[in-house]
């Protein structure tokens, strides 16, 4: 089917304590949706923000009737805030962006000219991360790598929330009921075709960051665990690993208790009790780490498969 050449479009914006940072934004944003002639809905969501943000949405909304406003009973943290915005988003085509100018509005142009080609999920990639110092950088790099290593999902390590999705991605999307909301996750879980957008990630425009390395730490370790089931499984396999070990040096201690007639009287049976039990015990462990990962997933819920087209 053909692309629309204006599609509605629904921009989803998370905000908490931005009063600083509203105006700048639909200034910005304001002349560059306009230029695309198409019908549009800037959805805010107010994640429970505790300064002047609402009123300056309100105030923004008297005088810019696409504005939507969606106001959070209290701050539930940006997943849940953007989870939120796309229940709730109209689009044909909805894109998730933030308030601080971040993800610069320049692209959606772009966005959009690979929608109507053809992509479902066009996200932009940060080619440099400058305005991010270097140990958020290097951390976020490193979190990316493992998170890959460990999920069989994979996530673009250079992408961000900022995409454009289809409207059925978005459907898929909200058919994922998990209250773990990693959505960097469950934005790329669909599938779908996927294109990519370079940039280079500009600092933030007004305001400053709400988070820290230890919500950053708490995030990665989200994204982890609802993604992975391999940090409860590994210890099948260390405790495999130690049992077998165990074996070995039994075998080398006895050997050795006869030939020499061993250095201390019941060293060597205390010794290979230990390890051979330490073993068997994480074996133990990892096994019901199985179990437990799959109730995990079964839990979850998430369709099994998704069709994106039957020809
Ligand atoms: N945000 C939110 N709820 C929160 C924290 C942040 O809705 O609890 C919003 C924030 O207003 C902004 C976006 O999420 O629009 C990105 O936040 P921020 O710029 O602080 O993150 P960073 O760019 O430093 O990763
Ligand atoms: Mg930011």
Known sequence: MPRAEHPFLSLVVPVFNEESSIDVFLATVAPIIARQECEHEILFVDDGSRDKTLPALRAAKTHNPSIAILSLSRNFGKEAAMTAGLDHARGDVVIPIDVDLQDPPELIAEFIARWRAGADIVYGARMSRASDGIVKR????????????????????????????????????KKLHERNRFMKGLMTWPGFRTERVEFERPQRAAGRTSWNYWKLWNFALDGITSFSTLPLRLWLYVGGIISLLSFLYAGFIIIHAFITGGDVPGYPSLMVAIMFFGGIQLFSIGLVGEYVGRIFNETKGRPIYIIDKIE
């Open 138 to 173: 290097t951390s976020a790099r490193y979190f990316y790598k493992l998170f890959n290593m460990m999920s069989p999902l994979q996530i673009p390590f250079d992408a961000g929330d900022y995409r454009l999705m289809d409207r059925r991605v978005v459907d898929e999307i």
